[in-house]
């Protein structure tokens, strides 16, 4: 009976997405944008798409022709099109299942069934999900043929986006299975459902750019406590200079300016890092006791990333896509003689900059890698077990 | 009020009863529910303590104006609504058991089924729902499609049927199951006349079959013809419950049918022969209404007619029809029965076209 009632609603699902012109357009556009991926192709440095060739280095990016293939895959296949572009065709395909299931007329018959509340809820639930489920197996399978064929690398693991996409769609559609629910209204579940996901992204936006700016004020801590050693140290060895000689006058040139005000200068600028490392790290943890709580939508489309690239292979890329020089132009905070511009300075300047990029994609990487997939997946599952907790309270309580 | 309600099988023996075969035990008993009550959310009490039998095999028949509570009571043995207080069983199982829903069937009221399925589809889903196996579904869609005349509409979607066509594929839906009891919530809804003697047909041969029909209507001429025990529901009680003939038994009496062939007026010769200020005769248009349901009663009657002169063309004893019975019971139960009045002269006209 419930294998029968249960393929019964799967295949009630299938034929409402079949009818649906949304579902077909969107499964239209995955095949155009796996042919777009296998038209790509490298050759002695070109990058070629269909007759165009364009010079790509791909070693001086840290990137071997099949890691950029599944750099590709991951980045535009998967993040963007599957996470971003299906997800907002699937909220609006499937926001209309859970109000035209409830209205009169038809709720009447399901409930009419030997069948339980809450499964019949939840399996409608489960079955909503075959949109994202279909998509994302096609375009998928499309792309592990693309991957082996064009880019020599067959990966298994690239079919982890196929529960792992389910999974994100999930914690979105809890949200407008619940609103549909309540106000029975189509609109109203896809508006909340896309609010919510907004606000899920700003959320990690807030998260990425908390740990960004963590660790380059750890980094600017820390060196603000080397400055402070270095001052007292400079300041140690000109009171014990007797300035003769070569040696005498070079140290008397070198440890120039460093006299108690400059430690303390030094002192006041180690401080105001660590005050401000605080506060960020403070509020980073409050972001992340507020993430705890809710469905992390990019860190699990992410886990496709772990299983895909190493960590290494990541920071290279990482760190080469950002380009070099372009880090932070204040100075102030990391300089303790800033007035001078003495060797000391340009030394400690020109290193922080070349090494920001690098120290915020590795922070960033460390920080979310070093995040288990159990809270990553278990937090955000727990969160939707009790959106679907309640609305199976609310399906079960009420009179239609 | 509860007091009130009247199950013609438990009350006046001299009438009828010893002319009715003999009732089943109560646990034999289709449906049998006591104080059924509703109050739904914001204090409107929609059920106030129903009782209601209905016997195995007979065609049931509910009765009662708009806001009656008729559909609320149904989608509770449906378990579509939740009952605030419910004592009895349904099939034997308490209602409320979700697993007696594989013996039941169901047509609700304003039915609505998903527009991409096709007639064939429909009568699919919903028999994989009521947990009938595969091969038995096709089986039963050929047949059931066939019986309600939707055979050639078979592979068209739903989307593009007409409601009595949706209201035709509703019935066969309700039976895919081979159910032992038919729900039927207002069933020839929308539907046309020749659709309607279809579905009495339909009705009438699931009787043949055994099963319990238990139908939902306001359409008095339909349940007349069809069914073998109504009930009549106001405000949220059942009011009356019986055979069509127990409940009207009450009101028989006999109808003379008189002319006159003098030159006298015929009211007044009428009036010398028979007491016309009595409540029990009344004459008006070359009848006489007599309240008296005793053929030895309007002996005297015959004999002072006849010695007047006035001539006798027919006696035959009449009662109320179920229209004035329901209009009755409305009234006393301070319903509306304009409104019903006018929906039937509507529906009577719709059936006529």
Known sequence: MIVLQTAALFCDAYRELNARKLFWLSMILSGVVVFAFASIGFKDGYLAVLIWKTPLPLEAMGMTPETFYKFLFLNFGFKFWLAWATAIIAIVTTAGIIPDFISGGAIDLALSKPIGRVRLFLTKYAAALLFVAMQVTVFTALSFLVLGLRGKTWEPAVFLAIPLMIIFFSYLYCISALVGLLTRSTIAAMIIALLFWFFLFLLNATDSSLITFKAFTQETYERAVLNVELAERRKIDREESNGDGVKGFLLDTITEGYDQDAIDRAIVKRDEAKKNLDTLTWWHARTVNVKSALPKTNETLDLLQRALIEMGEMEEIASSSFGSGSGSEDTNDRIILDEEGNEIVAEFQGQFDEDANRIAARAQLEEFRARSILWVVGTSLGFEAFILAICCWVFSRRDY | MKGSIRDAHQVAPSQTIGEDPPMPASDQLVIDIDSVAKTYRGGVQALRGVELRVHPGEVFGLLGPNGAGKSTLVKILMTIVRASKCKGRMLGSAIGDKSTLTRVGYLPEHLRFPDYLTGEQVVDHFGAMAGVPKPVRRKRADELLDVVGMSEWRKTRVGQYSKGMKQRLGVAQALVNDPDLVLLDEPTDGVDPLGRKEIRGIIQRMKEQGKTVFINSHLLSELELTCDRVAIMVKGEVVQQGTIDELTAESERYEFRVSVHTEHDESVLVGSALDLTCETIEYSAG??????????????????????????????????????????????????????????????KGGKR
């Open chain 2, 287 to 348: 009848v006489v209404r007599t309240t008296v349901a005793d053929i030895h009663e309007i002996q005297p009657m015959i004999d002072a007619l006849r010695a007047k002169q006035i001539t006798i063309h027919s006696i035959k004893p009449t009662r109320n029809s179920l229209e004035d019975l329901f209009m009755n019971a409305v009234e006393a139960g301070g319903g509306d029965p304009g409104g019903v009045r006018k929906r039937r002269r509507k529906d009577a």
